[in-house]
C-alpha cells in the first residue's frame, strides 16, 4: 500500500514520533496507518505520544551570545529534577545553536530547521530526547538578535534568562554594562523599558488611580478636581521610576538610575552606549501547573487495589 507525505504527517501528529521514524514505520507496513502505529510502540517510540500529553511547566531559561549572535529560548520538561540533567541542558544548548545558525522565523521553522551535529531536524529530535529523559519536553519561545551588541544572562541555572541588545561607540567593550542591565531585568522585571515606552491609556489610568487615592484620603478629597489632577500628574515620576527600566534605580547604586549608570560607564571606557531592546524569560510563567494531591492520589491508588 502507497502512502503520502500527509500520510507521514499524520502518523508524526498522532504519536509525536520523528518525520524519519514515521516515514518508516509506514514502509515497514506498507502504508498502513493502525500498524505502523503498532510498528512504533513495538520500537519504543510511541510511549512519546503519551508523555507528550502532560504538562511541562519546569524546564530552563537559557539564553547566549555566539559570533556576534544572541539568541534566548525557554524549553520546558514536567520536572526541575529533568531539567537539572546534564543531557537535557546539552539540548537546550543545541536548540539554542539551531536558532544561531538557522535564523528561524517561529516555532514550526525552528522544528523544521538542522539539529546540530546531526542530519535529523529539531522536531525529529524531540521525542529521541523525550524517550531519553522520560518526560514531556516543549520548545515554547525564543527570540534572536543579529544586530548591535548582545549580552546575555541567565540566573539561578536557568529560572531567568535575559538578552539585552546595546548600540555600542566608540569601540568599547560594555560587556559588563550589559550584564548589569540584565540582572536589573532579572531582578525587578520592569514593565517598560524607558518612559517614552508608556501608552497614553497606561497614563490615563494611573492618573485616574492616584485621583481616587486622593478622592479616599480625607486630608485631599476637598480639593477641587482639576487640582487633583495636576497633582496625580506630578506623581507620575513615581510610576516611571517603578516600572521603567532606564528610570529604575541602579540595583548596584541606589543614588543613579540605571541610564545614568549605563551612561557614566561608557563615557569612562571611552565610548557611549545605547539601550536598544531586552527579551526576559521566566521558566513555566504563565502555565497553568496541574496541581497534585499526594495524599488523595494515594488513596485512589489503594481503592483501585482493593
Wanted: one cysteine or more.
Amino acid at each position: 500500500m502507497a502512502f503520502t507525505a500527509a500520510d507521514v504527517k499524520k502518523l508524526r501528529e498522532m504519536t509525536n514520533v520523528g518525520m524519519m521514524d514515521c516515514k518508516k514505520a509506514l514502509s515497514e507496513t506498507d502504508g498502513d496507518m493502525d500498524k505502523a502505529i503498532e510498528w512504533l510502540r513495538e520500537k519504543g517510540l510511541a510511549k512519546a505520544a503519551k508523555k507528550a500529553e502532560r504538562i511541562a511547566a519546569e524546564g530552563m531559561a537559557y539564553a547566549a551570545v555566539n559570533n556576534g549572535i544572541g539568541v534566548i529560548v525557554e524549553v520546558n520538561s514536567e520536572t526541575d529534577f529533568a531539567a537539572k540533567a546534564p543531557v537535557f541542558v546539552d539540548f537546550v544548548e543545541s536548540i539554542a545553536k539551531a536558532i544561531e545558525i538557522s535564523a528561524p522565523a517561529d516555532l514550526d521553522a525552528l522544528k523544521n530547521a538542522n539539529y546540530p551535529g546531526t542530519d535529523k531536524t529539531v522536531g525529529e529530535m524531540i521525542p529521541e530526547k523525550v524517550m531519553v529523559i522520560g518526560e514531556n519536553l516543549q520548545i515554547r519561545r525564543f527570540a534572536r538578535f543579529d544586530k548591535n551588541t548582545s549580552v546575555s544572562y541567565v540566573h539561578a541555572g536557568g529560572k531567568i534568562g535575559v538578552l539585552v541588545n546595546l548600540e555600542v561607540s566608540g569601540g568599547i567593550d560594555a560587556t559588563q554594562i550589559g550584564k548589569d542591565i540584565a540582572m536589573q531585568i532579572a531582578a525587578l522585571n520592569p514593565r517598560f523599558w524607558d518612559k517614552s515606552d508608556v501608552t497614553a491609556d497606561v497614563l490615563e489610568e494611573e492618573k485616574k488611580i492616584l485621583v481616587a487615592q486622593m478622592d479616599n484620603d480625607p486630608k485631599m478629597a476637598s480639593k477641587p478636581q482639576q487640582v487633583k489632577e495636576k497633582i496625580a500628574s506630578g506623581k507620575l515620576n513615581k510610576f516611571y521610576e517603578e516600572n521603567c527600566l532606564l528610570q529604575q534605580s541602579f540595583v548596584k547604586d541606589g543614588d543613579v538610575t540605571v541610564e545614568q549608570y549605563m551612561n557614566s560607564a561608557a563615557k569612562a571606557l571611552g565610548g557611549s552606549v545605547k539601550f536598544v531592546n531586552a527579551i526576559r524569560y521566566e521558566k513555566g510563567e504563565g502555565i497553568e501547573k496541574k496541581q497534585e494531591n499526594f495524599a488523595e492520589e494515594v488513596a485512589a491508588q489503594m481503592n483501585m487495589t482493593k
